[in-house]
């Protein structure tokens, strides 16, 4: 697995300011497409699906495995919505935790391309925040989010901590993507 990323830029304005202090120790791993349009995976069109309905994430990762960053990490995206953390019952997720949409449907599985670049991804944003967890959407807002759709999670969380140990982050177990699934959290 290469160690180097790119990351190209894709802005939007659905975003606002972090509350002052605010660390950020939470990374949500969502997945999206847009059905709406012609081409429903280019992270194009998934941007503009996100900005007609007011939402954001920090990141995208398309099926090739391009990154196209959409809000600075400084700043609070708007992807996590009515949620709470799992781990200690945490409210207004959006404020301390960075987003990232991997881009696919519920009938597809993410591509090898996809795997490599958000476990890239991931250690990258490591190495600026120490991030403590690591939840898909459905953990922090169960019976209302089911994404990310088919994550493998141990194959995520193996690629991750491959090259950087980090002994406090929690992921959680491959359950937790089922609908209605209760998460066991892993060291």
């Keep these: ?14 975003f606002e300011d972090r509350p002052e ?35 954001s994430s920090h990141y995208m990762v398309d099926c090739s495995g391009t990154v196209w960053q959409s809000v600075p990490e400084n700043k609070k995206a708007w992807h996590a919505g009515a949620s709470r953390m799992p781990e200690d019952g945490r409210e207004g997720i ?16 993410f591509t090898e391309a996809q795997y490599q670049a958000l476990a890239l991804l991931t250690r990258d944003i490591l190495s600026r925040h120490p991030l403590q967890y690591i939840y898909g959407h459905c953990d922090i807002a169960p019976g209302r989010k089911t994404d990310p759709w088919g994550l493998d999670w141990s194959r995520y969380r193996k690629d991750v901590l491959c090259s950087c140990p980090y002994a406090n982050l929690r992921f959680p177990q491959a359950a937790s993507t089922a609908p209605n699934a209760k998460p066991t959290l892993k060291k």
């Design 21 to 55: 202090g605010t660390v950020i120790d939470t990374l949500i791993i969502h997945s999206m497409h847009n059905p709406e349009a012609k081409d429903r995976f280019s992270a194009l069109s998934c941007k503009e699906c996100l900005d007609k309905h007011g939402v």
């Design 1 to 14: 697995m290469s160690t180097n990323i790119t990351i190209r830029y894709l802005p939007t304005d659905q």
């Design 94 to 109: 959006n404020a301390f935790s960075i987003g990232i949409e991997l881009i696919g449907t519920e009938d597809t599985d």
